[in-house]
């Protein structure tokens, strides 16, 4: 399945109320020129669909595939407006915490995982933070996944994991 960047930067203009695709562009800080590039070579680079999402409060999934939630949870204020979806998230209780829950215990992790806890800490404090937010809303997916089936998935590595 291929990703239909034209549909993506429509969204885009729906989800923002946004006039044209200048203004999304506008919106995302690159000339109208390069966005319609973008739209003609059928490829944009990840870190503008993430800038936008982030602005709006938008769900990534949503903007690619345009099935799914709108909205990222909580980016929604009262009159049903996008909050600003970071600046919300940085004033809450840390990252994945919350109110009243104990800090995760990290004596019990295998070696696998404190290397991979080890990579993921490398992407999220380093310098380009459209990798720490594709992180973010990765793991944040994942975990909704998780909680709406109840359980965790137990299931077996596949031998390509192991």
């Known amino acids: 399945m291929g990703v239909n960047y034209a549909e993506i930067i429509e969204r885009m203009r729906w989800a923002g109320k946004l006039k044209n695709d200048s203004a999304v562009a506008r919106k995302l800080s690159v000339t109208p020129q390069a ?12 870190d503008l669909v993430l800038r936008f999402s982030k602005i709006y409060g938008l769900s990534v999934d949503w903007l690619i595939s345009g099935e799914g939630e ?26 994945g915490a ?4 104990r800090s995760l215990d ?11 806890v080890g990579k993921l800490l490398k992407i999220l404090r380093g310098s380009n933070p459209s990798n720490a937010a594709a992180i973010k809303f990765t793991v944040d ?3 909704k996944a998780i909680e709406t089936q109840g359980e965790p998935n137990t299931a077996q590595p596949s031998a390509v994991e192991k």
């Open 35 to 46: 966005l319609s590039n973008y739209k003609k070579r059928g490829e944009m680079p990840t």
């Open 70 to 95: 709108i909205y990222l949870p909580g980016a929604r204020d009262a009159e049903g407006g996008a909050q600003d979806y970071l600046q919300a998230a940085e004033e809450g209780e840390p990252y």
């Open 98 to 101: 919350k109110r009243g829950q």
């Open 106 to 116: 990290f004596t019990n992790l295998s070696p696998d995982e404190i290397i991979y």
């Open 141 to 143: 997916a994942f975990l």
